[in-house]
């Protein structure tokens, strides 16, 4: 699924690779996870780490400030990995990283938070990576 491009792309990060610790599986879909609650919540706090460290690093790599975001904001968040998953599965497997995102960035990931969230795939080694920018009218 291609998101729609009505935003002017800023800053972006990207973390590949399998020397990374927390990125060594990829982002798996926790959607449909099965096993031990306490396994899927270790995993979804490694995810929402991931997601404070990328935008902490697209921000400082753009030079911009969370006091300074472009308004109204648009992010996109790109699962890397195999294999393809479905767009609801895709989405399933970035949301514990939006919400470090948006932690971390101090705005909501509803609906109503005035941000335009995005997410998409692309086959690779397993990674993510993060895109902030403006929407467009």
Excluded: F
């Excluded at 396994?39 to 969370?66: E, M, N, P, V, Y």
């Excluded at 998953?85 to 995102?101: A, E, P, T």
């Excluded at 335009?116 to 080694?125: I, K, N, P, R, S």
């Amino acid at each position: 699924m291609n998101p729609l491009r009505i935003y002017s792309p800023g800053p972006q990060i990207e973390i590949v690779g399998s020397g990374w610790r927390k990125l060594r599986e990829g982002l798996p879909s926790l959607t449909n996870m099965r096993g031990h609650w306490g396994k899927k919540d270790k995993l979804a706090g490694s995810h929402r780490q991931i997601g404070a460290l990328l935008a902490l690093l697209a921000l400082r790599d753009g030079g911009i400030t969370k006091a300074k975001l472009p308004s109204p904001l648009g992010i996109v968040i790109w699962r890397i990995g195999r294999p393809r998953l479905d767009s609801n599965n895709v989405h399933g497997s970035v949301k514990s990283v939006q919400d470090g995102v948006a932690e971390y960035l101090g705005v909501g990931d509803g609906i109503r938070s005035g941000v335009v969230w995005y997410a998409d795939q692309e086959l690779g080694d397993p990674g993510v990576r993060l895109e902030i920018g403006r929407c467009l009218p």
